[in-house]
């Protein structure tokens, strides 16, 4: 354990993925710290997965961090083989993750406004995650776009500010380094107080079933409808590969093309029709 904590494994992680990674560590180390790392078998991972299966994003970590801590271990020499490797993760019966969809995002828009108006539309009109779009500083806007750094990346991008932006960015006070920021000494805002702000208006518009996630996948959504493809998509979300982005342009893509359908199958009846007109007066 703590020959990992010092590798360049730990050191390479982004603050947030580290600091998930210490509460699970705890809890390895408590918990599996008495076992030989030679010892450590599949059934003891399994074991610690079913033993926090109550709390399933922690109990999926455990088997993620140890899978890591073994690899690691495998690197030093102290075993040749990983038996976290194939242990399967739990899954959840919840509704997946959805895009705020437009009716939605109209409803928050009429219901918002201050920091929460302001959050939302950080995130859906730049595409990027809550803990970056709370990173973003007045100095990053070059006066068409936000230059940013993904946390979870490391990507450096430029995105290009909408209209709708610039005009809550044009209103938003500056008391602080950061865009989103509170109290007379412009803190940072936390992840817990923009959730909280976005939540209160969820709740209000009847929105509970999409979070803040969502509206990077909303953004995605967009921009697909636009017609954009998924390199040109990744160019503003950031996304590395593109299932993330496939899984949710694919129904606004579908939607678009079948209303490209339905107009072309409306220009060719309305052709169909002349040609019968014509051929009517002719007789």
Request: aromatic residues 6%.
């Amino acid at each position: 354990m703590k020959d990992y904590l010092t590798s360049n494994r730990y050191k390479r992680l982004a603050p947030r993925t580290a600091r998930d990674y210490e509460k699970v560590l705890a809890w390895v180390t408590a918990k599996l710290g008495h076992l030989q790392v030679g010892g450590i078998q599949r059934k003891d991972i399994i074991r610690a997965r079913e033993t926090n299966a109550d709390k399933m994003r922690f109990a999926n970590y455990i088997v993620q961090v140890v899978r890591i801590l073994l690899e690691h271990a495998i690197d030093l020499g102290w075993r040749s083989d990983n038996p976290a490797k194939g242990v399967e993760l739990l899954r959840s019966d919840a509704p997946a993750r959805e895009a705020w969809p437009q009716d939605m995002i109209d409803a928050y828009r009429a219901e918002a406004s201050g920091r929460a108006l302001l959050i939302f539309e950080l995130c859906l009109g730049t595409g990027q995650r809550i803990g970056d779009v709370l990173r973003m500083r007045w100095s990053d806007i070059d006066g068409e776009g936000i230059a940013i750094r993904q946390g979870k990346t490391k990507a450096k991008l430029w995105i290009p500010i909408t209209p709708r932006l610039r005009v809550i960015l044009e209103e938003t006070p500056r008391i602080g380094l950061t865009i989103c920021a509170y109290g007379p000494h412009g803190k940072q805002l936390s992840y817990s107080s923009a959730s909280q702000d976005v939540r209160t208006v969820r709740d209000a518009i009847g929105a509970r079933a999409y979070d803040i996630h969502g509206l990077r996948y909303a953004a995605t959504a967009e921009l697909a409808a636009a017609g954009c493809s998924d390199e040109v998509i990744a160019a503003i979300t950031g996304h590395k590969t593109t299932a993330m982005i496939a899984k949710y342009a694919g129904p606004a893509r579908q939607r678009a093309r079948a209303s490209e359908a339905n107009a072309k199958r409306g220009t060719n009846a309305a052709r169909t029709e002349n040609v019968e007109k014509s051929v009517e007066s002719d007789e």
